[in-house]
């Protein structure tokens, strides 16, 4: 019929779903005709996703994609998270059976304090929907490392790495967990400093998973696990000159190299695949000079051909490499620092992470990144920009170092604190960032309006605001933290020494805190319609007595563990902040809303 909207050109409809603003609107468009919902079920979720998840590649499941996504936003901006420790006490494989080999020489020493976890993790599309993943966490503990391989959802074969007997977690989730050790080395002396995980496309000739492990004691080898087979075995072995390895970093191209850093200031760069055993370095350069003294804290590939150097203390802790056929540029092609002209600062940078490229925001990838200093401070760089930094983020409560940088996107980043077991989240507001906000679809009517906002927070002109709450969750985002609860047995002071997320899609998130891992699910446990990859959950006896249907799918194990959270004010100067605790799981009526805006679990503390 002329005029009708299912006549509209295919560009035109794909521009219209693109500036819908919630995947709701979507789906109320989908009921217009049956060619609008063919149109919205083959592309219109398309649009939909890539225009307000600009940053964020998820497998092409598009209204799966734009149900997950939007449910992920809506509980970041709620702060609803699912916490437990990864428990390693029982249900391990151990690779290598190691027990008939422990002599008085290998034999582990009582540590004095517990290992510092190095997490890496992945996450592999397997199958025909949006739950048929496959994702892989490795960390590294003291002398030996754990591999867990998680199959969810449906698959389209059998388990290529030879790992059958699963068991089952409390979303009908197929979990191993695996334990890699050699008695011929000790914890303290041999600990795993750096651990890298190569993605699926970066494996040659076989499937098996293959991890990069740098260690105290001056060894880097690429080892991969063979389950079938209980063994891990050494394919490479990297030439260290038996220095001792303080970091290392896997670049993401189908070629990988890697770059690790040594003690006394040095740099090697390594093909990561190799037809000899023993690898020798492709490059070395000596990054600090020997009369200012230091150390070499990070390595970071920004891209395939640029390096990023974070050392210290200096008064230029911060460098930036290319990388070319013929190794490393000897000298960087740009240094950053927070000196000025009237005062030289030394200071450290202890880890770096680069930024998702988007069309919004322009440039290549490597162009703009993250950097985490011993003040506290987290600063953003571009390449392409003469200044130092262009933005700077920071918690006015808490500054102590960063040790650990995790970007999500360019939503959002998590950073781990060097004190207390804190981990910060961070808003990015920033071109080619945010563009899809669940607060939205909050009512304001008990919140108040426009007319109680006071300059300069917001001006009437040049915002729509209709409440404080809306206003700010848009334009003036405030940091929230959590204190990650460390068991009675553990420190309370440890450090968040590594953070880890397997996609940038993924509602998951790892933290490697003294001795532990912990995992945290970015998650509503009171949304009827959460991620599907939590839709599923395992069978539960009969006991004869009724449970509660929630703590039956989220808590059946006993093992979440209740979080303090806090955010500050979002008034300069105000210094008034907010805290609350997690009710348990167990305690929550099956009709609880919480507080407004807030995860329901959470309750002022």
């Avoid at 025909?128 to 002398?143: C, I, N």
């Avoid at 992470?353 to 162009?367: I, V």
């Avoid at 949304?527 to 009969?542: C, G, L, R, Y």
Wanted: aromatic residues 8%; proline residues 7%; charged residues 20%.
């Amino acid at each position: 019929m002329p005029g009708s909207l299912d006549g509209l050109p295919f560009e035109l409809l794909a521009q219209i779903a693109s500036h819908l603003e919630h995947a709701q609107s979507l789906r109320n468009l989908s009921l217009v005709c049956k060619g609008i919902h063919q149109f919205t079920t083959d592309e219109g979720f398309r649009a939909f996703v890539q225009h307000r998840f600009p940053s964020i590649q998820p497998p092409p499941c598009w209204k799966d994609a734009a149900h997950a996504l939007t449910t992920l936003s809506r509980a970041w901006d709620r702060k609803a998270l699912v916490a437990r420790y990864i428990e390693t006490d029982s249900a391990v494989t151990v690779l290598q059976d190691y027990r008939k080999k422990i002599n008085s020489r290998t034999r582990s020493r009582r540590q004095t304090m517990g290992y510092q976890p190095v997490i890496d993790s992945y996450d592999e599309w397997s199958g025909p929907d949006w739950t048929s993943r496959t994702e892989v966490l490795a960390w590294g503990a003291g002398a030996s490392f754990y591999l867990r391989v998680k199959r969810m959802g449906r698959t389209t074969g059998p388990d290529d790495r030879g790992i059958y007997d699963y068991s089952f977690d409390q979303h009908a989730h197929r979990a191993k967990l695996l334990l890699c050790r050699d008695w011929s080395y000790a914890d303290g002396r041999d600990d795993i400093v750096s651990l890298s995980l190569l993605r699926p496309s970066q494996k040659t000739r076989d499937t098996h998973e293959q991890v990069i492990v740098g260690r105290a004691s001056g060894t880097l080898d690429r080892v991969s696990i063979i389950p079938k087979d209980r063994r891990n075995m050494i394919t490479n072995r990297y030439a260290t000159s038996g220095r001792a390895v303080n970091a290392a970093s896997v670049s993401s191209g189908r070629e990988p190299l890697l770059a690790a850093a040594f003690a006394g200031g040095v740099v090697g760069l390594y093909p990561v695949h190799s037809d000899v055993k023993a690898v020798n370095p492709h490059d070395e350069i000596s990054v600090v000079p020997e009369n200012l003294g230091g150390k070499i804290w990070s390595t970071k590939f920004l891209r395939s051909d640029r390096l990023a150097i974070g050392l210290g203390p200096s008064t230029e802790p911060l460098s930036v490499y290319d990388i070319s056929s013929n190794g490393i540029s000897h000298e960087p092609i740009r240094k950053f620092s927070t000196s000025t002209q009237q005062q030289q600062v030394s200071t450290s940078v202890y880890t770096t992470a680069p930024l998702h490229p988007s069309s919004q925001a322009g440039g290549a990838p490597g162009d703009v990144f993250l950097s985490g200093w011993y003040s506290g401070t987290v600063r953003m760089h571009d390449m392409r920009s003469p200044s130092q930094c262009e933005s700077t983020f920071h918690d006015s409560f808490d500054q102590s170092a960063v040790y650990s940088l995790l970007p999500l996107g360019r939503e959002r980043f998590v950073v781990g604190s060097a004190k207390h077991a804190i981990m910060k989240v961070f808003d990015l507001r920033m071109p080619g960032g945010k563009s899809y906000f669940a607060t939205d679809l909050d009512t304001c009517t008990s919140f108040p309006h426009q007319d109680s906002l006071k300059r300069p927070y917001v001006d009437p002109e040049e915002h729509s605001a209709c409440c404080v709450p809306h206003y700010r969750f848009r334009h003036s985002p405030v940091p929230w933290n959590v204190f990650l609860n460390i068991r009675p047995d553990r420190h309370r002071e440890t450090p968040v020494y590594s953070l880890s997320s397997p996609s940038n899609y993924s509602p998951t998130i790892f933290a490697g805190v003294e001795s532990r891992v912990l995992q945290l699910d970015v998650v509503e446990i009171m949304n009827k319609h959460p991620d599907p990859i939590f839709a599923a959950e395992m069978p539960q006896k009969s006991s004869g007595t009724p449970r509660n249907p929630i703590k039956a799918k989220w808590d059946p194990h006993n093992d979440v563990t209740d979080l303090a959270l806090y955010s500050h004010s979002s008034e300069p100067g105000s210094g008034s902040h907010f805290l609350w605790h997690q009710r348990p799981i167990d305690a929550m009526p099956k009709t609880h809303r919480g507080l407004e805006g807030l995860d329901a679990r959470l309750e002022p503390a």
